[in-house]
T-cell receptor, first 113, second 113 residues
Framework: DQQVKQNSPSLSVQEGRISILNCDYTNSMFDYFLWYKKYPAEGPTFLISISSIKDKNEDGRFTVFLNKSAKHLSLHIVPSQPGDSAVYFCAASEGGGADGLTFGKGTHLIIQP | DADVTQTPRNRITKTGKRIMLECSQT?????MYWYRQDPGLGLRLIYYSFDVKDINKGEISDGYSVSRQAQAKFSLSLESAIPNQTALYFC????????????FGPGTRLTVL
């Protein structure tokens, strides 16, 4: 059973607009959530994270929102840029990340000029 | 120089062969991880290590073994490779928890014929 779900395999957004990537989880013990970005032939690169004691974390153009009651998080990218085109993975863990991460299947974000 | 390196980057082997994938890091982290990614899926945890004396199984450890030779080195072995072990393999490191992200290597593409 998949504990972290990214239900949109792909998302196309116009350059300059907001990109919103969604992630749902089922394990109520998860207390640390991360977003990674991955280009082809490279390893995942950390973008932003949030612990379960917060509901929002912001870093430049990237903001992550956490809704614990709905077991849902989202990544907002604004404004979207061509270099943002990549696969985005949502990941979660228990114990603040001690024992490894559980990943979603990823969303392929395509920024259209 | 990259903080997390993996060798080889690409490997083609035959069913039944023993294969070792190596990971080295210069970040000074105690925690190291091995993940596997299959097409259209997220990363799945194979093994992780908290230090040279502490090795733990992840979600999909069957058919794999690991060795933590030093703080900076963590190797993954396939004792007798089979075709369904064809995948991308990623090594990662992290600082002590809680709430520290994992840093990934560039990956090894393994093909078992």
């Amino acid at each position: 059973d998949q504990q972290v779900k990214q239900n949109s395999p792909s998302l196309s957004v116009q350059e300059g607009r907001i990109s919103i990537l969604n992630c749902d989880y089922t394990n109520s013990m998860f207390d640390y959530f991360l977003w990674y970005k991955k280009y082809p032939a490279e390893g995942p690169t950390f973008l932003i994270s949030i612990s379960s004691i917060k509901d929002k974390n912001e870093d430049g153009r990237f903001t992550v929102f956490l809704n614990k009651s709905a077991k849902h998080l989202s990544l907002h990218i604004v404004p979207s840029q061509p270099g943002d085109s990549a696969v985005y993975f949502c990941a979660a863990s228990e114990g603040g990340g001690a024992d490894g991460l559980t990943f979603g299947k990823g969303t392929h974000l395509i920024i259209q000029p | 120089d990259a903080d997390v390196t993996q060798t080889p980057r690409n490997r083609i082997t035959k069913t039944g062969k023993r294969i070792m994938l190596e990971c080295s890091q210069t970040k000074g982290h105690d925690r190291m991880y091995w993940y596997r990614q299959d097409p259209g899926l997220g990363l799945r945890l194979i093994y992780y290590s908290f230090d040279v004396k502490d090795i733990n199984k992840g979600e999909i450890s069957d058919g794999y073994s690991v060795s933590r030779q030093a703080q900076a080195k963590f190797s993954l072995s396939l004792e007798s490779a089979i075709p369904n072990q064809t995948a991308l393999y990623f090594c990662a490191t992290s600082d002590l928890p809680p709430y520290n992200e994992q840093f990934f290597g560039p990956g090894t593409r393994l093909t078992v014929l």
